[in-house]
């Protein structure tokens, strides 16, 4: 296992985390609802949360959904609404509308991409309902647009993974295969890694965090750029999708182009295990328990931190078949 991590995130991420222990002992859909893919309960003194998850785009993204509605239950005094937004922002901002004239007592959300809120957001502070944002930012003209944020620092993602990078492969002739443009883990990610190296980088393409779509990119990428030897992948499925392209080449991924991702999900791991993909930067999708906590906080009109980070790891091919196996995402 490797782990390294700037010590502003280790040192925020252990805060956060020993805040919520000492305050309480700490994502596609899967509800039955109907095709907007809502769900809700009763109970009049429960917490009403109306939660917009933004898609099922990948394994992370299905891990953390799985999270949040574990953990934002009964049990944990909320009632929850959920919607799958199907990674179109337009459904977001439906669904953040019928938040609101359901009187939702909290709002939280996953933005699919960081700017386009300014309206919606406005409509919801109006409405006196706090917004607690999840996982993504936003960019957004509204004053106070949120209380509290909790996710990864998708910045310092890119960072330990170009440095990696820079001391296992200095020379490298990378080929960037970004997330969905806009979404601040595309962003941020992408400052991070260039800013460790950037001047290395030969060409770049989205693959919209899908292992189908990173396949693609990665196909006309060895087509246009047939210099590269690695490549960094913004999360493990569009990785994936590179390995197939790559086989599909008749190379060695992990051999003849080396693969860097990031999210840590069990097909990521197992690939490294394999041998396929060479080094794994860690998101950790399941933080449900601290969500449900920081709602239960804001509900209670208590003093909450702006953000919140998980704590997260990073891995290479030293790590265990074993350790796959026991791996809970």
């Known amino acids: 296992m490797f782990s390294s991590r700037g010590a502003r995130l280790r040192a925020t991420a252990a805060l956060a985390t020993a805040a919520m222990l000492a305050l309480a002992g700490c994502g596609g859909g899967n509800?039955?609802?109907?095709?907007?893919?809502?769900?809700?309960?009763?109970?009049?003194?429960?917490?009403?949360?109306?939660?917009?998850?933004?898609?099922?785009?990948?394994?992370?993204r299905t891990a953390n959904t799985e999270s949040v509605q574990a953990s934002l239950s009964e049990e944990n005094g909320i009632d929850l609404t959920f919607v799958d937004a199907q990674q179109k922002q337009e459904n977001q901002i439906?669904?953040?509308?019928?938040?609101?004239?359901?009187?939702?007592?909290?709002?939280?959300?996953?933005?699919?991409?960081?700017?386009?809120?300014?309206?919606?957001?406005q409509e919801i502070k109006d409405a006196g309902i706090p917004v607690v944002l999840v996982d993504r930012t936003v960019e957004?003209?509204?004053?106070?647009?949120?209380?509290?944020?909790?996710g990864s620092d998708f910045?310092?993602?890119?960072v330990t993974a170009g440095e990696w990078v820079a001391e296992n492969h200095p020379d490298a002739q990378i080929f960037e295969l970004q997330g969905t443009m806009g979404s601040g883990?595309?962003?941020?990610?992408?400052?991070?890694?260039r800013e460790i190296v950037g001047d290395q980088i030969i060409g770049e393409a989205s693959?919209?965090?899908?292992?189908?779509?990173?396949?693609?990119?990665?196909?006309?990428?060895?087509?246009?750029?047939?210099?590269?030897?690695?490549?960094?992948?913004?999360?493990?499925?569009?990785?994936?999708?590179?390995?197939?392209?790559?086989?599909?080449?008749?190379?060695?991924?992990?051999?003849?182009?080396?693969?860097v991702t990031v999210d840590a999900?069990?097909?990521?791991?197992?690939?490294?295990v394999d041998g396929k993909f060479n080094f794994v930067v860690e998101c950790n999708p399941v933080f449900g328990d601290q969500l449900a906590e920081l709602i239960n906080q804001v509900h209670a009109g208590e003093e909450v931190p702006e953000q919140t980070f998980v704590e997260e790891s990073a891995f290479d091919q030293t790590i265990t078949q074993e350790f796959v196996d026991e791996r809970p995402y």
Do not use: C
């Open 31 to 60: 509800g039955d609802g109907g095709d907007d893919g809502a769900t809700g309960g009763g109970g009049d003194e429960l917490i009403r949360v109306g939660f917009s998850q933004l898609g099922a785009e990948s394994g992370w």
């Open 94 to 121: 439906r669904a953040l509308r019928d938040f609101v004239s359901q009187d939702m007592d909290v709002i939280a959300f996953s933005p699919v991409i960081e700017t386009g809120w300014d309206q919606v957001l």
């Open 140 to 150: 957004t003209t509204v004053e106070d647009p949120f209380v509290t944020w909790i």
């Open 155 to 158: 910045r310092a993602e890119g």
């Open 185 to 193: 883990a595309q962003v941020d990610r992408q400052e991070g890694f």
């Open 207 to 259: 693959g919209n965090f899908t292992r189908a779509e990173g396949r693609t990119a990665v196909e006309a990428a060895l087509q246009a750029y047939p210099d590269l030897d690695l490549i960094f992948s913004h999360n493990d499925d569009m990785g994936l999708g590179a390995i197939e392209a790559i086989e599909a080449a008749g190379m060695t991924p992990g051999e003849d182009i080396t693969i």
């Open 265 to 272: 999900v069990k097909d990521g791991l197992q690939a490294l």
